[in-house]
T-cell receptor, first 114, second 115 residues
Framework: GAGVSQSPRYKVAKRGQDVALRCDPI?????LFWYQQALGQGPEFLTY????????KSGLPSDRFFAERPEGSVSTLKIQRTQQEDSAVYLC????????????FGQGTRLTVV | AQKVTQAQTEISVVEKEDVTLDCVYE???????LFWYKQPPSGELVFLIR??????QNEISGRYSWNFQKSTSSFNFTITASQVVDSAVYFC????????????FGAGTRLAVHP
């Protein structure tokens, strides 16, 4: 597709459930980012991939959060044993190169943990 | 530490009014990039502009203009003759140079333009 695609758009999980969020970046884009956006706040950086290499995971809030991009294209963000504080919109973004450039964002996955 | 402050939480204007969204940033880097993004109700962030720290020229794009002042660490955004379609949340963001595009966002300003 022409843009960054994320699925599902909405996810309701019971506390303690594991969830997997998918991101399809723009084809050929080298860099991929995950951000977490709490209600009424700006997005906060979670992790960064350059191709298949995860070069920065400093923003992951706990070891329950795990991300992968095994073939350098599609990425999955997994959250284990979800907690209520994990409720947020998870945004994926990609850029064409590994440097500073225009980041294209997906529409996000809204996760609600009940 | 890097930080972006958008002090205006919400702004409400009537169509055709001009409106300025404020952004103040903090960084110890001498080289950095500043961005503005628009987030409409659909959720995706739409890129509006990127400036590097060495380019303090103001920029105008149609009804949009940006005023970058290093002396006050500000990068303000003005919409001239606002329209209802401008209603959205606007985010200012900061990124270090010499690396990848890790963005530090402000909390955003919600702009409501009424007919």
């Amino acid at each position: 597709g022409a843009g960054v695609s994320q699925s599902p758009r909405y996810k309701v999980a019971k506390r303690g459930q594991d969830v997997a969020l998918r991101c399809d970046p723009i084809s050929g884009h080298v860099s991929l980012f995950w951000y977490q956006q709490a209600l009424g706040q700006g997005p906060e950086f979670l992790t960064y991939f350059q191709n298949e290499a995860q070069l920065d995971k400093s923003g992951l809030p706990s070891d329950r959060f795990f991300a992968e991009r095994p073939e350098g294209s599609v990425s999955t963000l997994k959250i284990q044993r979800t907690q209520q504080e994990d409720s947020a919109v998870y945004l994926c973004a990609s850029t064409r190169t590994g440097g500073i450039g225009e980041a294209f964002f997906g529409q996000g996955t809204r996760l609600t943990v009940v | 530490a890097q930080k972006v402050t958008q002090a205006q939480t919400e702004i409400s204007v009537v169509e055709k009014e001009d409106v300025t969204l404020d952004c103040v940033y903090e960084t110890r880097d001498t080289t950095y990039y500043l961005f503005w993004y628009k987030q409409p109700p659909s959720g995706e962030l739409v890129f509006l502009i990127r400036r590097n720290s060495f380019d303090e020229q103001n920029e105008i794009s149609g009804r949009y203009s940006w005023n970058f002042q290093k002396s006050t660490s500000s990068f303000n955004f003005t919409i001239t003759a606002s329209q209802v379609v401008d209603s959205a949340v606007y985010f200012c963001a900061l990124s270090e140079a010499g690396g990848y595009n890790k963005l530090i966002f402000g909390a955003g300003t919600r702009l409501a333009v009424h007919p």
